[in-house]
């Protein structure tokens, strides 16, 4: 089926430094997201963009946190700076239509700030 | 605003028994319901989906799930459970809203599967 990549797998950083995190969506898909998830259970709603912008974002979306797609690439997320509470698995999903349709997800990027 | 809870946050089955995940929603409106499962140090990936219709819905290798709005529930079964469906299985709710999709979880329940 369809299949959404990540990259890098594991991400090793220091606290302040600067963190990109890189998804490569379904080649037809419009709606992108990314969600963290912590301990190994709890996922949660981190952002989501269609048509270049942030269509929602939750309370976890801090100032520090930024997306982008330039050029229909790879769809990113950026931590600048990194906090150790950042320190979590980062899943990217995306779908073709948004308002509940299904959401194809990666295999996410372990994040770990020391 | 929505919310997901899964009650149980552990479940463990036999090989070969029946099995009933529970899940219940809170959401104004009606609901879009998804069950997910994540394997070990893998992504999510999609069991069965709930959209306005028919209540029972199939989903791979053999589960299924209720929608019951007067319960707000949204339970998942499997008829014979199998080694390989030890994981954790997460369910979710979304909007119909097009401008948004976003997907609000449960907690998520592991199952834990016995020969």
Redesign the interface.
Known sequence: GPK?LQIPSHQIIDMGQMVTLNCDPVSNHL?F?W?KQIL??????LV?F?NGKV??K?KLFKDQFSVERPDGSYFTLKIQPTALEDSAVY?C?S?L????????????TRLTVL | AQSVTQPDARVTVSEGASLQLRCKYSYFGTPYLFWYVQYPRQGLQLLLKYYPGDPVVQGVNGFEAEFSKSNSSFHLRKASVHWSDWAVYFCAVSTKNTNTGKLTFGDGTVLTVKP
């Open positions: 959404v709606y997201y969600y190994g259970q709890q996922m949660e709603f989501n269609y269509m929602e939750s899943f999903a779908s239509l948004g308002g509940g349709a299904e959401q194809f997800f990666g295999p996410g």
